[in-house]
């Protein structure tokens, strides 16, 4: 495949990684304002990690099947294939993955406050 073949087909999947760019970046501002902000501790994690992971992990395995499919395949496969594969398979395992830390992070919270007072009725 020739450098103008590769390069056609990258600027085809720019729309797709500002999207996934555009998730890594929301999500990551939403897990900071649950690790800062007090107030929205309990229901940011539901939100900005799962954005967060399904941007981080769409991005990772879209480029990383593209690459194998491509190396594997010798050119004979249809273009995108392991780009939209891995895109998918990240969006959907991200989401899952976030889901679970959100969770983890929630209990977490809520042990702490459970400790938090159990501590101040004792004193």
């Given at each position: ?52 992971f399904a941007g981080l ?27 939209l594969t891995g895109y ?36």
């Amino acid at each position: 495949m020739g450098l103008i073949e590769r390069l056609n087909r990258i600027t085809m999947l720019l729309p797709m990684m500002a999207f996934q760019v555009f998730l890594i970046v929301i999500g990551g501002l939403f897990s900071l304002v649950c690790v800062a902000d007090p107030d929205h501790e309990r229901s940011s994690p539901r939100v900005g990690f799962p954005i967060f992971f399904a941007g981080l992990f769409s991005f990772v395995l879209s480029w990383s099947l593209e690459a194998l499919v491509e190396t594997l395949s010798s050119g004979h496969s249809p273009d995108g294939v392991g780009f939209l594969t891995g895109y998918l398979v990240g969006i959907i395992g991200g989401v899952l993955l976030g889901l679970r830390l959100a969770r983890k992070h929630q209990k977490h919270l809520m042990d702490s406050a459970i400790d938090k007072e159990t501590h101040e009725n004792e004193s």
